[in-house]
């Protein structure tokens, strides 16, 4: 009949692959495993996911997936692993053997195979942290019940080494203090070319404002920043000024980050950048973070209640040129000057300078705030790499075209994002519509949109179709489409 040769649902009735039968066997008997010797990472994370599923993925089981040659570890839930077993399963590294005896020996050796080998008496399969390949990713899911600040300063250096990239969800249990003691290892482990990249906390609810100020200091070569669920990070934390509030966190900064950093790499928290000549403007962490020659490049901001234009505005400027990947979301504070700010950072700029006048005059129209900060604009674009403050560090908005590198946007539940942010985002059309003049200089620096990912929901303020058509066809005309432009209103 016609109802038996309908297709099956996608997912229903496949037969499993050989590779997914061995991952669920593995799972199922996953106490019996000794060791998974030269599996790669790729199986790991699958087998880890498997372990997850079954609620297997316990202080041995980590041990297990942590192992040697193991270069990343994604643990998706470890809500079953207290501190201590935390610890002892992250320091421990099973059967090195002759591998960790190669690798204290020559650390240049990229491979070695001994399989008969026999390990090294007295060390009963277990070698001391560092003998065997580091580990470069960690990704540690639901880890609040291990993830304590003593846990977070015995973790530093045993993971400082060659950790590039660290993923902690919801570290309830982890406050200021021992974030700073983790992130402050690997840059205190090596100064000279600190290597950790990319950074995402979520749901970090005990994480505030003295954390996310130490980051400029903490976190030098910092590339990929996401922030989710962490109910206590706003303007406090990540602006220039944010009061009362900013000016206590900033203090606690110091004093933690100043237990375990001299004195030399603390003078870049201070950041200051001059923004028009003789007007200097102090950076807030996140504005700091993205306008450094080598800043931020992917910015996720998810479930902040706390964040405003204030600190969000400053840094989507100063970052402007360089991202690549920008997401926006549950943002209810965030309005279409932080939008603006993207589209052309020399508003930003001259509103900083003007002082909190002008910052409330861009919110208005786009065109006439553009009309009205046009002298200015174009000296602060100019001075943006000039002298920093007394930190000593030097920053500004990027060189290059606005948005000329951005290749992913998502802006979703931002309830106080209209049509004028968007159009902003497109072209400025506004400006133009409105008789504005505009000089050579900025009509060169500008081109279209090249997005290849482009999601707008559920953003109450945008109501006019043409807008999202004209932000569409402006991506479209730079040649993202025929890249595979994904876009959703």
């Known amino acids: 009949s016609q109802a038996e040769l309908a297709p099956l649902p996608a997912g229903e009735g496949a037969v499993p692959s050989l590779q997914s039968l061995c991952v669920a066997l593995l799972a199922q008997f996953a106490d019996c495993i000794e060791s998974l010797g030269p599996v790669p990472d790729g199986p790991r994370r699958r087998l880890a996911w498997g372990l997850a599923r079954a609620r297997k993925l316990d202080a041995q089981a980590l041990a297990l997936l942590a192992a040697a040659p193991a270069t990343s570890l994604w643990a998706p839930d470890c809500s079953l692993i207290e501190d201590v077993d935390l610890i002892a399963s992250l320091k421990r590294a099973p059967a090195g053997g002759a591998q960790a005896v190669a690798a204290e020996l020559l650390p240049e050796l990229a491979a070695l195979d001994a399989p008969h080998v026999p390990a090294p008496a007295g060390q009963d399969g277990e070698t001391a942290p560092g003998r065997v390949a580091p580990l470069r990713s960690v990704s540690l899911g639901a880890v ?3 993830m304590t600040d003593r846990a977070a300063r015995a973790l530093g250096p045993a993971l400082a080494p060659a950790i590039e990239d660290l993923h902690l969800g919801a570290p309830y249990r982890l406050d200021d203090a021992g974030l700073c003691a983790l992130l402050g290892s690997t840059l205190a482990t090596s100064p000279g070319a ?10 970090a609810s005990s994480v505030s404002g003295s954390a996310m100020r130490a980051l400029p200091a903490l976190l030098p070569a910092l590339q990929r920043l996401s922030l989710d669920g962490c109910l206590k990070v706003g303007d406090g934390a990540l602006s220039a000024d944010g009061g009362a509030d900013g000016r206590r966190h900033g203090a606690e900064a110091g004093s933690s980050a100043s237990a375990f950093l001299p004195a030399e790499l603390l003078a870049g928290s201070g950041t200051a950048v001059t923004v028009a000549p003789g007007a200097v403007v102090a950076l807030g962490p996140l504005a700091a973070l993205c306008a450094r020659p080598a800043g931020v490049t992917h910015l996720r901001l998810v479930r902040l209640p706390l964040l405003s234009d204030a600190a969000l505005a400053p840094a989507l400027a100063a970052g402007s040129s360089r991202f690549v990947a920008l997401e926006l979301a549950e943002l209810a504070l965030v309005t279409d000057r932080s939008l603006m700010a993207l589209a052309d950072p020399s508003l930003e700029a001259a509103a900083a300078a003007a002082g909190p006048g002008a910052v409330s005059g861009s919110r208005g129209s ?6 009205h900060s046009n002298g200015s604009s174009n000296g602060s674009s100019s001075g943006n790499n000039g002298a920093s403050g007394s930190g000593g560090s030097r920053g500004g908005a990027a060189a290059g075209p606005p948005m000329g590198r951005l290749r992913s946007l998502v802006l979703c539940r931002l309830p106080r994002v209209s049509d004028t942010g968007l159009r902003a985002l497109a072209d400025e059309s506004a400006s133009q519509q409105d008789g504005g003049d505009t000089d050579a200089e900025d009509s060169a620096r500008r081109r279209p949109l090249a997005l290849r990912q482009l999601r ?34």
Request: contains cysteine; positive net charge.
């Open 366 to 371: 786009h065109g006439e705030t553009k009309k």
């Open 194 to 203: 600190p290597r950790l990249r990319q950074l995402s906390l979520t749901a």
């Open 456 to 489: 707008v929901e559920h953003c109450a303020g945008v109501r006019r179709e043409g807008t999202l058509v004209c932000l569409l066809e402006a991506a479209a005309g730079a040649g993202a489409a025929g890249a595979g432009l994904a876009g959703s209103a």
């Open 144 to 146: 609040g019940r291990g």
